[in-house]
């Protein structure tokens, strides 16, 4: 049995949504070890989110952040939570409804995505800085 | 320590949401050798979510379908996303608003779930066809 | 390798977001035993929620009450679920958006939240009683 974890260092992104399956999984070559088990991938902020979507077509992004703009507007008349700045009330809502965390099978140490499936962070800050990203691998070797 | 994964393929179904509780418990029978644990269920596509909700009255199914189909419309003039079809990109979106996974508590060799609650299949295409569920069983026996 | 199972029993609070994580970590002083891990709190019902998000300025979970009664209005005219009162179908979607359990790692037996990161509980009934979580707890010594 295996419980490895990680705490991982994202770069800096504009807001939107971004795809950073790969840049998970160099981080994580201990994946290999595992035969059967859970990878779990848990970001520490409350204004980005982890989310799993299509890793194919770029304009999925481009049309999820869209979307989340029109769902969750900014400068909504009755936010009381505004001294941060007009995207920061929008941003804790946009991550309460996509999620802080992500977990996905891993089946003969990779992760078992779909064919069309791609791990995505979602900056909902105008400028979020890095952020940081609790991964914890556990299962059998 | 027990960690068994099975890949299971869902039956077809049409748009909307379904009760599959009953139909995951029967393919795992390994659920009784675990006193203690939980139970991880991945949907490997991003057309189509997992979530918990009520599991006695259909209205509420028919209800999530209506009100998601308003919340997340078709043919929306800004998605550059369209190639698929109009159900494809609302699609994609009611996916990551209700998730790709769910986790359920495993308690003396079966699901925690509560009184009321099922785990919904949510097929957010016309025709999705068949699903893979990737579920994952950790736990003590 | 550890296994530990709770059932809790929340205090009946009222409609709205509440913070949670004192009132979690002060009924599972076993968290000390896990160097490192991950904590799965499900709550067992389907119009009350679990999620994560900021732990400091308490209008942050006014702004959600009000951003999810207005996403998910009450009464609307195509809902069939609606003989257990107007916040009940309103309840089960703002249930199903926000999730029924969050997974947070443990590492030197604390839960990894993020400094501004809380537990909320989401009571969207408007008499929501006592609400049950499943906590477990899984991980190495």
């Known amino acids: 049995m295996v419980y490895i974890q990680k705490r991982?260092?994202?770069?800096?992104?504009?807001?939107?949504?971004?795809?950073?399956?790969?840049?998970?999984?160099?981080e994580l070559p201990e994946l290999e070890r595992l035969r059967v088990g859970t990878a779990h991938f848990f970001i520490q902020h409350t204004s980005a989110s982890l989310?799993?979507?299509?890793?194919?077509?770029?304009?999925?992004?481009?049309?999820?952040?869209?979307y989340f703009n029109r769902a969750v507007p900014e400068n909504a008349p009755y936010f009381r939570h505004t001294q941060e700045g007009p995207d920061d009330m929008p941003a804790h809502l946009k991550a309460a409804?996509?999620?802080?965390?992500?977990?996905?099978p891993i089946t003969n140490g990779e992760l078992a995505l779909g064919t069309w499936q791609g791990i995505y962070l979602g900056e909902h800050r105008n400028q979020g800085g890095r952020?940081?990203?609790?991964?914890?691998?556990?299962?059998?070797e």
């Open 51 to 66: 989310s799993i979507n299509e890793n194919a077509d770029p304009t999925v992004r481009v049309d999820f952040e869209a």
């Open 8 to 26: 991982l260092r994202l770069p800096a992104v504009r807001r939107g949504f971004h795809l950073i399956t790969d840049l998970l999984v160099a």
């Open 131 to 140: 952020r940081w990203v609790v991964a914890t691998l556990m299962g059998a």
């Open 97 to 104: 409804m996509l999620g802080h965390a992500v977990s996905v």
